[in-house]
């Protein structure tokens, strides 16, 4: 089944958006094209017939005065006259039949009242005197008449083709508003089922990579749309085996590496517990050291493997983070609570000073982190030491401060401290090993909330900083 691709689709929305407003362009330029050509015709026309009705006007009082000055003078010239003047008349009138509709009873009657006076001049004798003239005076009123009659009919005739013409002007105006709104909005349907079918597959891969990154591996990815999209769906579900896959490698590989490593020291510590019982046989004191060193060791190296697998359970759990609104304050105070025997066994003092508003957060990582802070600072302590907690607001970030009365940290190892395993040189006393992964989860737990963790330098004491975004 063909399936076209995200940029035919695409090029072929583009091409159709702009067909249609290329469409609306092009019907509204032709528009005005015959609205410009009918403007045009008309100007011509009206100047045409205007030129006409001035034309018959003034011959129509030439030939009347022409005719009464042959009349009264007998001169062949002014007879000349009256027949040019006839003559311009006729064609005007010929303009004017040619031009407009509805001329032709006045145009025939002009011509009927002008043939009517040529034929009385040849008839009437030359030189007849002024009461000749005077007999054709009706014939010449009514020819002026006729001749004011058809340059009324000119005018009004252009009067209603101007409003006929602003009627169409304004018609094709609407029509041409229509037509591009029509283009607009077919547009806008185009590009909106466009963006719809190309935007569903893409908020479909959204979804599908947020769950790989949480590891929700357990759902196919299926996604729809363009042929391209489609198989990008399709190398992401790969990818979801493969990390399915890895997964279950993961765990395997920490579920036989546990039972291979616990196992055989279960037995060696068993061993050991044997021969410091004098079971098998009773031990010297130099034997009983060494095997009370071979005991602390399988102990040591025990207690390394169950942090090395919780370490690791750790970093994997840190990416998926369940955010709620967390009162900074009270879980810290509760945090203190969980360590106050500890407290009190090392007569401590922890103070805790500031203010900070909801963060959005997970509420049992924030703790670990904390309770692992915390934890570190009572264990780095001297007896009547302090331990200061100081909490602040700097946008768009909460700063939260640990501070105490240890050995603190070395310059060089303000870095490497957060490393796991790592114990700073400061802090090699017997009473204060620790495991070395507690500042680990420190800093993982606070990176996964888009926070930092770091260790400052400091003239007294460890100082921890914890940047922790609220907005």
């Avoid at 005197?129 to 054709?136: L, Y």
């Avoid at 790989?212 to 992401?236: F, K, T, Y």
């Avoid at 602040?392 to 395993?421: H, K, M, N, S, Y």
């Amino acid at each position: 089944m063909f399936r076209p691709s995200f940029r035919s689709i695409m090029l072929t929305a583009f091409l159709l958006i702009a067909g249609v407003l290329a469409a609306a362009a092009v019907s509204g330029w032709l528009s005005l094209e015959a609205l410009a050509r009918s403007i045009h015709d008309g100007k011509r026309n009206a100047l045409a017939l205007t030129a006409a009705s001035r034309v018959l006007g003034e011959r129509s009082v030439d030939l009347e005065r022409s005719a009464r000055q042959y009349l009264v003078l007998g001169e062949p010239a002014l007879r000349q006259r009256f027949d040019d003047a006839l003559s311009e008349a006729h064609l005007a009138l010929d303009t004017l039949e040619a031009s407009a509709q509805g001329l032709a009873a006045p145009v025939g009657e002009w011509r009927a009242l002008a043939a009517a006076i040529e034929r009385g001049l040849e008839t009437t004798p030359d030189g007849s005197g002024t009461q000749a003239a005077a007999d054709f005076s009706a014939d010449f009123l009514a020819l002026s008449q006729v001749s004011e009659a058809v340059e009324r009919t000119i005018q009004a005739r252009l009067a209603r083709e101007s409003e006929d013409l602003l009627a169409e002007l304004e018609y094709r105006r609407h029509l041409l508003a229509q037509h591009i709104l029509a283009a607009v909005a077919l547009a806008g349907v185009l590009a909106a089922l466009t963006s719809w079918w190309l935007l569903r597959p893409l908020a479909r891969m959204e979804r599908a990579i947020a769950a790989l990154g949480d590891n929700h591996l357990e759902s196919p990815i299926r996604i729809g749309g363009p042929a391209d999209l489609r198989q990008l769906g399709e190398h992401l579900d790969w990818l979801r085996q493969r990390l399915a896959e890895l997964e279950a490698n993961r765990n395997r590989v920490l579920r036989h590496v546990s039972h291979e490593l616990k196992t055989p020291l279960a037995s060696l510590r068993e061993g050991v517990a044997l021969l410091s019982d004098g079971i098998l046989g009773r031990l010297n004191a130099e034997q009983r050291e060494v095997a009370g060193i071979l005991d602390s060791s399988a102990r040591a190296l025990q207690e390394r493997i169950e942090q090395l697998l919780h370490y690791n359970a750790t970093q994997f759990d840190a990416r998926r983070l369940d955010r709620k609104p967390t009162a900074l304050l009270p879980l810290l105070s509760e945090v203190v609570s969980e360590h106050q025997l500890l407290i009190q066994a090392h007569k401590l003092e922890v103070r805790i000073e500031g203010d900070a508003p909801i963060l959005s957060a997970d509420v049992s990582k924030l703790r670990i982190a904390l309770s692992n802070l915390i934890a570190n600072a009572i264990r780095f302590s001297p007896e009547h030491g302090l331990i200061r907690i100081d909490v602040q607001v700097q946008e768009p970030q909460v700063i939260i401060d640990c501070r105490d009365d240890g050995p603190g940290v070395a310059e060089e190892e303000l870095e490497r401290i957060f490393e796991p395993f790592f114990r700073g040189s400061r802090s090699s006393t017997a009473s204060t090993k620790g495991s070395g992964i507690g500042l680990a989860i420190v800093r993982e737990f606070v990176a996964a909330h888009g926070g930092y963790a770091r260790a400052l330098p400091s003239p007294q004491g460890a100082h921890f900083q914890l940047e922790l975004p609220h907005a």
